[in-house]
Structures are given as structure tokens and as C-alpha cells.
């Protein structure tokens, strides 16, 4: 796409990648995704992040169009090293031989072991908080560690009231549009979430000291522009977005559960439905994902604003099934808060599936729901009825929950 002036003298530079599914090698990216890189034409020429190696031409030809067809980096500012932003940097380096390039001292640690050759780059590590001048512009650094690497920073221009936000604030969304307002706002919100709960959820913590610390600065801002998808314009744009970050990071639950489950020969799925029944009794919204049918990052999507995530899975070699464990693992690393956990399956000698599934949720911190339902080989009343009655127990601890 050609680049787009954001601002005055300020260009998106990036691309647009329509056929991205697998975003970041674990996660789903169903509307594809972009990667935001940002060229600030002052007396420095400052470019703002790479992309991905895949869309260097795209990048170079933007970069050549914002510059009037004489292109020049005079700085590069590298706000984050994953190679989906870094993953040019060598070109461009080789290419416009830039006098500096800034990155805070955790980017300079993943520099040097992303790039083996880079001992002559002219690296400048900048402390959070410093700033650099630009010509007419200021550009401030401000570390956000941890959103979403160890390196991750922001670059605050204040005289123009515009952030570079790397990962923070984005979404995985391909389109020709550029701003946050020219897009439908329930499915901009959605996709937002959808990133959050797959990218940014484990450092929640992060999340409310970084929106602190903002706010603590009082930046004056009117445009944030995140290293993914589209930008927010305007300052009731960017105070949504800081709304709603600190929205996600607070994980307070809503009246809804999931029912994660796998199967054999569908007993385990015929006891999901039996579980669902119980918490619609209780006015409970409820998802049942199989697992065979979701992929774990839409899963998760699911289980960020959920109270409660029961699992259910046969018992398979004295264990459970492996797309269960799967789906286990990545919620684990996401380190989701708040929520009830309750676990079932069916087994047909040994019957270990129920023990390791409340191992593995209670492990995560959830306070656990019982007494979890096992069933051996097929469900008969007396198990749906187990199975509906701890449905009607989860959704009434729900509503507990939410009242208190
Ligand atoms: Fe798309 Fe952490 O980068």
C-alpha cells in the first residue's frame, strides 16, 4: 500500500498482510494483520520500526514514496525486536547506513543476539524517560517492558502528541483503512480483545503500572500508533484504548462460561452438553468449544472474559488427550485470573482424565468447582444429572460471584 501521512510530516510506512492466519507462530490472526512501521521527515529523517522480512519491498518503496523519491534514514528507532517489526533491520541498515539507532538496553541485548553482525551499527541505548532531538520534533523513549518482550518501548513525539506504542493497543487487522474510526467498532473491539488475550494477557500486572506511569506523565496525546492493525485517532480514540487496556488487565469475569472439551466416542461430549444445561438454568451464557473445532488461541479469546472454564476429556493412556493438553499448556502460559475451574470426562478402565484436569486448573489458580464427573464408558441419567447439577452449582457461584 502507498504510505499514508498520519500527520503532518508523519507517514505510515508499513504493510499490509492479508493472508497473515499464523500470527506470531502460536495464534490465529483471522482478519490477517499488519505491520506498522512510521517515518517522521524532520532534519533527521526518523524511521519508526521495520516489518517483516516478507514485506521489505513494500517498506522500501514506502519509505521512498514518504520521502519524495529520494529516500534517506537518517535515524532508526527500533521500539521492539521481534522479527515481525525488526525483521528488515539488517537491510535497512546495510541500505541507508543511519548515523544512530536507538533502542533500550534490553533491545540492545536482543540486537546484538538477533543480529550477529551488527558490533559496527551505530547503536545509541536510550534509558526510559530520555529524549533526542529530531530537528523541530523531540522524540521521548519510554520503556514498556514486558508489553510484550523484555525490549519493548514507546516513542513519544510531543509536539506532534503522538506515540509509536509497539505491540500495546493493537490488533490483528488487515485492511485499507488506517484509523481505528473508519471500522466497525464491535468488530474492532473484538479483535482488540482477541489480541489482548493472546498476546498481551500475562503481563497484566505490566499493563495497570504502564497505564499508571502514562498517566502519571500526563502526555498530551492524540494519536497512538501500535505496531499492529489500525490506528487511534483523535483523544477520545486514544483514552478508549488506554480504557480499555485497563479494562483487560483488571479480568473481571462476566456471566459466561466455557466448556473446553475433547472426545472418543462422545461420551464426554454428550456430559458438555449435560454441564451447559445446568449453567443456561442459571441464566449463565455459555460457549462449548471442542477442541478438535478450535484452535487454542480462539479458545482463549473465549475464556479472557469468562467466570468459569470447565475441561472435560476422556481418560487416554492413563492421561488426557493431547489437543486438551495442548489447549492446557497455552492457557497456562496466559496466565488468566478469576475464574471458577471444574473438571469431567469418561473413562474406560484406569480413569486418571478428571485428577490430572483439576491438577492442571487448579494449578493455573482456579478456584475449583466440585465434585468434578466421571463416568465410566457411557452416561446414563444418573451421570447427565451429576453433569446438570454441577452446571447449576458453577453458574450459581457465578452469580455469587458477580454480586459480590
Ligand atoms: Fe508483533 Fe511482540 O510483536
Given at each position: 500500500m502507498k504510505p499514508v501521512e498520519i500527520k503532518k510530516d508523519i507517514f505510515w510506512v508499513g504493510a499490509v498482510d492479508w493472508n497473515s492466519r499464523d500470527f506470531h507462530g502460536y495464534s490465529l490472526s483471522p482478519r490477517g494483520?499488519?505491520?506498522?512501521?512510521?517515518?517522521?521527515?524532520?532534519?533527521?529523517?526518523?524511521l519508526f520500526?521495520?516489518?517483516?522480512?516478507?514485506?521489505?519491498?513494500?517498506?522500501?518503496?514506502?519509505?521512498?514514496?514518504?520521502?519524495?523519491?529520494?529516500?534517506?534514514?537518517?535515524?532508526l528507532v527500533v521500539n521492539h525486536l521481534e522479527p515481525d517489526h525488526a525483521g528488515c533491520l539488517d537491510r535497512i541498515v546495510e541500505r541507508f547506513h543511519p548515523e544512530k539507532i536507538f533502542c533500550s538496553p534490553m533491545g540492545e541485548k536482543a540486537l546484538r543476539s538477533y543480529y550477529h553482525h551488527s558490533e559496527s551499527w551505530p547503536i545509541e541505548v536510550v534509558a526510559s524517560g530520555a529524549s533526542v532531538s529530531i530537528g523541530k520534533r523531540t522524540v521521548q523513549f519510554i520503556e514498556t517492558?514486558?508489553?510484550h518482550w523484555p525490549d519493548n518501548m514507546l516513542s513519544y513525539i510531543p509536539e506532534d502528541k503522538i506515540a509509536f506504542s509497539s505491540d500495546a493497543f493493537g490488533q490483528n487487522w488487515a485492511s485499507t483503512e488506517r484509523f481505528c474510526d473508519e471500522v466497525d467498532r464491535t468488530a474492532l473491539q473484538s479483535a482488540l480483545a482477541d489480541y489482548y488475550a493472546n498476546i498481551v494477557l500475562p503481563y497484566s500486572p505490566v499493563v495497570l503500572k504502564t497505564l499508571d506511569a502514562l498517566?502519571?506523565?500526563?502526555?498530551?496525546l492524540d494519536m497512538l500508533c501500535p505496531d499492529h492493525g489500525l490506528i487511534w485517532r483523535g483523544h477520545d480514540e486514544v483514552a478508549y484504548a488506554l480504557n480499555a487496556y485497563r479494562e483487560f488487565a483488571l479480568q473481571k469475569p462476566t456471566k459466561k462460561a466455557v466448556i473446553v472439551y475433547d472426545t472418543m466416542?462422545?461420551?464426554?461430549?454428550?456430559?458438555?452438553?449435560?454441564?451447559?444445561?445446568?449453567?443456561?438454568?442459571?441464566g449463565v451464557s455459555v460457549r462449548i468449544m471442542s477442541v478438535k473445532h478450535n484452535h487454542h488461541s480462539a479458545v482463549m479469546r473465549e475464556v479472557f472474559d469468562a467466570a468459569a472454564v470447565i475441561v472435560g476429556s476422556p481418560t487416554h493412556n492413563n492421561g488426557i488427550l493431547p489437543l486438551v493438553a495442548d489447549v492446557l499448556t497455552y492457557m497456562k502460559g496466559l496466565r488468566p485470573q478469576n475464574k471458577l475451574g471444574a473438571a469431567f470426562g469418561s473413562f474406560g478402565w484406569s480413569g486418571e482424565c478428571v485428577k490430572i484436569l483439576t491438577e492442571h486448573l487448579s494449578g493455573m489458580g482456579m478456584e475449583m468447582v466440585e465434585p468434578a464427573v466421571k463416568v465410566k464408558n457411557l452416561p446414563g441419567h444418573d451421570t447427565f444429572q451429576a453433569c446438570f447439577d454441577l452446571g447449576k452449582k458453577i453458574g450459581q457461584a457465578i452469580n455469587a460471584k458477580l454480586a459480590s
Amino acid at each position: 500500500m502507498k504510505p499514508v501521512e498520519i500527520k503532518k510530516d508523519i507517514f505510515w510506512v508499513g504493510a499490509v498482510d492479508w493472508n497473515s492466519r499464523d500470527f506470531h507462530g502460536y495464534s490465529l490472526s483471522p482478519r490477517g494483520t499488519t505491520y506498522n512501521a512510521f517515518l517522521v521527515k524532520d532534519e533527521k529523517i526518523t524511521l519508526f520500526d521495520t516489518v517483516k522480512s516478507d514485506f521489505y519491498d513494500e517498506l522500501l518503496c514506502g519509505i521512498a514514496q514518504a520521502c519524495g523519491g529520494t529516500p534517506r534514514i537518517d535515524y532508526l528507532v527500533v521500539n521492539h525486536l521481534e522479527p515481525d517489526h525488526a525483521g528488515c533491520l539488517d537491510r535497512i541498515v546495510e541500505r541507508f547506513h543511519p548515523e544512530k539507532i536507538f533502542c533500550s538496553p534490553m533491545g540492545e541485548k536482543a540486537l546484538r543476539s538477533y543480529y550477529h553482525h551488527s558490533e559496527s551499527w551505530p547503536i545509541e541505548v536510550v534509558a526510559s524517560g530520555a529524549s533526542v532531538s529530531i530537528g523541530k520534533r523531540t522524540v521521548q523513549f519510554i520503556e514498556t517492558r514486558m508489553l510484550h518482550w523484555p525490549d519493548n518501548m514507546l516513542s513519544y513525539i510531543p509536539e506532534d502528541k503522538i506515540a509509536f506504542s509497539s505491540d500495546a493497543f493493537g490488533q490483528n487487522w488487515a485492511s485499507t483503512e488506517r484509523f481505528c474510526d473508519e471500522v466497525d467498532r464491535t468488530a474492532l473491539q473484538s479483535a482488540l480483545a482477541d489480541y489482548y488475550a493472546n498476546i498481551v494477557l500475562p503481563y497484566s500486572p505490566v499493563v495497570l503500572k504502564t497505564l499508571d506511569a502514562l498517566a502519571g506523565m500526563n502526555l498530551a496525546l492524540d494519536m497512538l500508533c501500535p505496531d499492529h492493525g489500525l490506528i487511534w485517532r483523535g483523544h477520545d480514540e486514544v483514552a478508549y484504548a488506554l480504557n480499555a487496556y485497563r479494562e483487560f488487565a483488571l479480568q473481571k469475569p462476566t456471566k459466561k462460561a466455557v466448556i473446553v472439551y475433547d472426545t472418543m466416542w462422545h461420551s464426554t461430549e454428550k456430559m458438555a452438553r449435560a454441564i451447559c444445561d445446568g449453567l443456561a438454568d442459571e441464566g449463565v451464557s455459555v460457549r462449548i468449544m471442542s477442541v478438535k473445532h478450535n484452535h487454542h488461541s480462539a479458545v482463549m479469546r473465549e475464556v479472557f472474559d469468562a467466570a468459569a472454564v470447565i475441561v472435560g476429556s476422556p481418560t487416554h493412556n492413563n492421561g488426557i488427550l493431547p489437543l486438551v493438553a495442548d489447549v492446557l499448556t497455552y492457557m497456562k502460559g496466559l496466565r488468566p485470573q478469576n475464574k471458577l475451574g471444574a473438571a469431567f470426562g469418561s473413562f474406560g478402565w484406569s480413569g486418571e482424565c478428571v485428577k490430572i484436569l483439576t491438577e492442571h486448573l487448579s494449578g493455573m489458580g482456579m478456584e475449583m468447582v466440585e465434585p468434578a464427573v466421571k463416568v465410566k464408558n457411557l452416561p446414563g441419567h444418573d451421570t447427565f444429572q451429576a453433569c446438570f447439577d454441577l452446571g447449576k452449582k458453577i453458574g450459581q457461584a457465578i452469580n455469587a460471584k458477580l454480586a459480590s
